[in-house]
Structures are given as C-alpha cells and as structure tokens.
C-alpha cells in the first residue's frame, strides 16, 4: 500500500450499477416517522484498530442528531459484536427479530503503519439485500471523516439528499471575563480553541471555502474587524478608526462583505471590500439602529434588523439597499438577529415572546411566522448549509447559561451540543468541504 496523504479518499463504490440501481426501491418515510437502523460493531479482519467500534459510534450520533433515524439499542443485538463473516455472511433474521429495517456492516483492515481500508456496507433487512456499499482509505486520524461520509450516504439514501455531518461550527465561548472563538464538528465533537486574545472575540462567520473566520475583536479596546486562518490560528486585521463595527458576513460569491458601523446613536449597514475599505453605505445615517446584515443566497437581497419604526424589527432590502420592508409580522415589539436560509425560501430570528427569546422563521415575504421554540431564552439562529437544520444559543429553560444546541428547521428534534461552564454563545454553520 502506497503511504496515504493526510486526506480522506472514497475509493470507489463497491457494488455493480445493477445493485446501485436498487437504491430507487427504498422510500422516504413520512413526517414523524424513524426509520429503525442497527450499527453493530465492524469486523476487524486484520490488525490493530479502534476504527470497528468507533465508526458505528459516531454514525449512530450522526443519525440520532438528523432526527430521522431511531439507532437500535447495542444492547439488543443478537448477533455477536465485531463479527467477521463477510458483507453475505449473516442471518437477516437476527435483525428483524429486534424490529431493525436498516442495518449498516462492514470490514476494518488496519496495517501496522497506521493505516486502514474501510469497507462498509448499508443492507436492507426487509428486502434481505445489500444497498450500497463504499470503500475507504486513511489514515487512523481519519476515522471520523470516513464515520461522517458514509453517514451522508446514508442520509442521501434516505432522504434524496446527502447529509451535513463532518461540517463544522464556529462560537464564542466565555472564559473567565473573557470570550474567545471556537470551533468543533457539528456534532459537539473535536472542540478547539482558534483565539486567546484575553479580549471579547465575538460575532465569528465563515468565508465560503470553509477555511478562514471573520470574527469581531476588542483586542485594541475598540471592536475590529478581524480574519482568522483555521489551520494556522493567525489572525488579521480588516477595520481600523473610530467606527464600530460587530460582525459580518462573506458574499456567497466571497468578494464582499456586509457589516454594521456604528457611530455615536447611529448604526447604518455598509458593504467593505477583503480590506476593509467602504465600497457602499446601504442604509441612511437617518438616526436609527441598522444592525446583523445577511445575504440572501444570490447575494441579490440583504435580510436585517432595524428600530426605524420603533422597537427593533427585520426588514429585508435590495443589496443596493432600495426597497426596505418589514417581515417580522409576529406578537412581539423586539425582534432581531436574521438569517436567511440557504434555499431562500425561510428566514429565522428571534422575538421576544413567551418570557423569553424564541427563535421564529418566516418566508422572504414576511408570511407564514413560525414559531419553533417556547421556553428559555434561545438566540442567535444560524442554518445549516443544506437548510434542514438549525443551531441556537439556548438557556434550555434553565437560566444558568448558554449552551449550544440543534434543532429541525420545523423546531423538531433538539439536540444539545456543548454544556461550557462559561456558556457558548453565537454560532455559525461552516459550509459542505468535499
């Protein structure tokens, strides 16, 4: 075997196009259904390898975080853990017995320079067949990414549309008197530390390749504009002078960027370029607070939050800034932090209502407000990048500080992800890298 670079690589599928084809049998389940799928320890044919036991773990986490599965209880498996008998060589029976419709096996061969091949398998156990399969190479390090892929596939398989896992999320995390930029997988695995600034870094969001941050900091006591290199953990400045600027948000196309600047009892909306230059003010200095810009997903329209008329509302515009109109039609005077979701057809953010924050969403036109939380406090919404879901600051009802959790767009399935001592607040949904 060839030494393998420090990427993941998808070998190739491992069935014909005629069992490929198969795949179009399976139906979708309705709304509020789960479909039953077991993850058994894989077979670890040669070698050394956490990979047998780890790889159905983080599948099973990935699946119970998309609320569309129910994971089987290992404790109800009937076959032996680990087993090793080939992608044919079992009893379906022992399957159905515990109520599972999808069943994922596969073959673990590590060698002892720390590399390993994958081979995993998705079968139906009703139609008593295998569905898909795939193979993949890495290194030990890898396992998360190869668990992740072939989650997605399952996801695809399921749903017509791959799933988001091994995406990561961006927040701000308080330490001490501090807060600090973080990162982790979607899932609340693998956090990192990107700043210690002993400052306020705030406000972070992803460019579109996924590997930098723009971020808000007080590190010159003043709120700056700052990028930050994900691998690299360096940061540089964009913003310098007196105005004040929190936030901002890359163009879908990368080349601008939307933020709100703040002076004395004014906050207008303005579009800089990668240097921090003004190219256009898109909101008038007319003595009312314009903050939390968003794009829509052709850059062609900016959703944002705004006291022009009185307490603070939403309102969407032109990206030339023409044709600003309210969207937030719901029963409360203080609505604020918009974002647009990557289809464009729905717009979260958040009211006060219920004596609290909830996270409401909304179409481009204002119409059809739902509301999908109802107790605590629950702030800062961002999308994931397919749309399906969303993750929000949120006290759980507790009011002992924020965690980070992860919710359905409909307000299904919530999920908690961090549980900071500090609290985590403001995360942002990194993109889909291949």
Same mark, same amino acid.
């Given at each position: 075997m060839q030494p393998m670079k420090n990427i993941l690589i998808a070998i190739f599928s491992l069935l014909s196009a005629s069992l490929a084809s198969a795949q179009t049998d399976i139906y979708i389940r309705g709304a509020g259904k789960l479909f039953p799928i077991a993850l058994p320890q894989?077979?670890?044919?040669?070698?050394?390898?956490?990979?047998?036991?780890?790889?159905?773990?983080?599948?099973?986490?990935?699946?119970?975080?998309?609320?569309?599965?129910?994971?089987?209880?290992?404790?109800?498996?009937?076959?032996?853990?680990?087993?090793c008998a080939g992608p044919d060589g079992f009893a379906y029976s022992d399957w159905s017995v515990i109520g599972a419709e999808g069943l994922v096996r596969g073959v673990i061969t590590a060698t002892s320079q720390g590399t390993l091949t994958a081979q995993l398998y998705l079968h139906d156990v009703q139609k008593q067949r295998i569905v898909f399969g795939k193979e993949y190479e890495g290194d030990e390090s890898q396992v998360p990414r190869i668990a992740h892929k072939f989650a997605n596939e399952i996801m695809r398989f399921f749903t017509g549309k791959a799933g988001i896992f091994g995406t990561q999320i961006s927040f701000s995390s308080r330490i001490g008197r501090f807060k600090e930029i973080f990162?982790?997988?979607?899932?609340?695995?693998?956090? *990192?530390?990107?700043?210690?600034?002993? @400052?306020?870094?705030? #406000?972070?969001? &992803?460019?579109?390749? /996924?590997?930098?941050?723009?971020?808000?900091?007080?590190?010159?006591?003043?709120?700056d504009l700052f990028t930050l290199d994900i691998a690299s953990r360096r940061s540089r400045q964009i913003t310098t002078g007196s105005d004040l600027e929190i936030g901002a948000r890359f163009s879908h196309d990368g080349t601008k960027l939307l933020t709100s600047v703040s002076q004395s009892q004014d906050s207008d909306i303005v579009l800089i370029n990668s240097q921090g230059q003004v190219v256009r003010r898109l909101t008038s200095q007319n003595g009312a607070i314009d903050v939390s810009p968003d794009w829509s997903p052709d850059d062609s329209k900016v959703v944002f939050c705004s006291n022009r008329s009185g307490g603070p509302q939403i309102y969407v515009m032109d990206a030339s800034g023409?044709?600003?109109? *309210?969207?937030?039609?719901?029963?409360? @005077?203080?609505?604020? #932090?918009?974002? &647009?979701?990557?289809? /464009?057809?729905?717009?979260?953010?958040?009211?006060?209502?219920?004596?609290?924050?909830?996270?409401?969403?909304?179409?481009?036109?204002?119409?059809?407000?739902?509301?999908?939380?109802?107790v605590g406090d629950n702030e800062d919404p961002d999308w994931s990048p397919d749309g399906r879901y969303l993750v929000f600051a949120t006290t759980f009802g507790k009011r002992q500080g924020f965690s980070l959790a992860l919710m359905r767009s409909d307000g299904s399935n919530m999920k908690q992800l961090t549980s900071a001592r500090g609290g985590d607040y403001q995360p942002s949904w990194g993109p889909v890298i291949p």
């Open positions: 894989l077979c670890l044919q040669v070698g050394d390898s956490a990979a047998s036991r780890e790889i159905p773990r983080i599948i099973a986490r990935d699946l119970e975080l998309s609320g569309y599965f129910e994971v089987l209880n290992p404790g109800s498996y009937v076959e032996t853990p680990g087993k990162v982790m997988d979607m899932d609340g695995s693998n956090v *990192r530390q990107l700043t210690d600034e002993k @400052s306020l870094a705030l #406000s972070a969001s &992803w460019d579109r390749s /996924g590997k930098s941050l723009i971020y808000t900091s007080y590190r010159r006591r003043m709120p023409a044709n600003a109109h *309210r969207i937030s039609f719901v029963s409360s @005077s203080y609505c604020t #932090s918009p974002r &647009w979701a990557p289809e /464009g057809d729905k717009i979260a953010f958040v009211c006060r209502a219920d004596s609290g924050f909830q996270i409401f969403v909304t179409d481009p036109q204002g119409a059809n407000p739902l509301q999908l939380t109802s």
